[in-house]
């Protein structure tokens, strides 16, 4: 199959999260994670409005970067699939229909493949393999071009700490370590180490118990649970799509049905969900 994660022409800006207690959705916070699933949802948005560019006069034919010829689209509406051609200008679809007379740099004949939207891998485990190999080819090699990540334990927030005990694994991998925040890290994907795929993550709630409490298997104190709805609440502001527990493994095991409920309402306040690998 072909995996198309180009943006459509009629998508000229990304959807970004600024999330306010008030469940109020704009500005920086989302912008990995947003903005990058974003992206596969606007890949095929192009299909309303699009011109198709069959029988115009030659000198009105545009010059694409890329078209995909002869494949069988299926646009994940639940439509049925058509057969077409895609042009792609940049990183943008810009046109869709019989492009057999179109001038391209590259033609890439799809007949007998399917043409689709980038796979979504809700259970991904990527976030700092990107940062070692940002091509990520195993993702990309099978068409996933987005992946949530942040199952029970987050890359962010971090403290010395829990930076100390990653510190081996990033040495041997030559990955600085200069990030604290899950704001910190979105900041670096967008701005160093440009991954292919998109990524976005919860916070991890067993991360947040290791962060202020360690791996002890007892109850948080009324200030202890105080500081880490503090954290999840800074890790929503910045770009987290909601709260994830991973209640099998340590520390994750030792938090209460209580806990994890004071903890989802914060991620709640900012519009976020919860997800769960169930004890």
Not at 19 to 24: A, C, K, L, M, V
Not at 82 to 100: K, M, N, Q
Not at 242 to 260: C, H, K, M, W
């Amino acid at each position: 199959s072909v995996v198309v994660s180009c943006r459509s022409s009629m998508t000229d800006e990304v959807h970004r999260w600024d999330q306010r207690p008030s469940g109020e959705l704009h500005g920086q916070s989302a912008s990995i994670l947003l903005m990058r699933v974003s992206l596969l949802s606007a890949a095929f948005t192009f299909v309303i409005g699009l011109t198709v560019f069959v029988g115009q006069p030659q000198a009105q034919r545009p010059r694409f970067d890329v078209v995909i010829a002869n494949g069988k689209i299926v646009d994940g509406t639940g439509a049925p699939w058509f057969r077409a051609d895609l042009g792609i200008v940049g990183d943008r679809i810009t046109a869709i229909g019989v492009l057999d007379e179109a001038a391209a740099a590259l033609r890439v004949d799809a007949s007998n493949l399917i043409v689709a939207p980038g796979f979504i891998d809700l259970l991904g485990q990527s976030e700092f393999n990107v940062l070692v190999d940002g091509r990520a080819p195993s993702k990309i090699l099978q068409g996933v071009t987005t992946e949530v990540t942040g199952e029970g334990s987050s890359i962010g927030p971090v403290n010395e700490r829990l930076m100390a005990e990653a510190a081996p694994n990033a040495k041997h991998f030559g990955v600085a370590q200069d990030w604290r925040t899950l704001g910190d890290y979105f900041k670096r994907l967008e701005e160093r180490s440009h991954t292919a795929i998109n990524v976005g993550s919860f916070v991890g709630a067993g991360g947040i118990r290791n962060y202020v409490i360690g791996k002890d298997d007892r109850p948080a104190t009324a200030a202890e649970l105080e500081q880490m709805k503090r954290l999840v609440g800074e890790a929503m502001q910045q770009g987290a799509l909601g709260l994830s527990t991973s209640l099998q493994y340590v520390p994750d095991r030792f938090a209460s049905t209580n806990e994890i409920v004071e903890l989802a309402t914060v991620a709640a306040r900012y519009g976020g969900v919860y997800f769960t690998h169930q004890r």
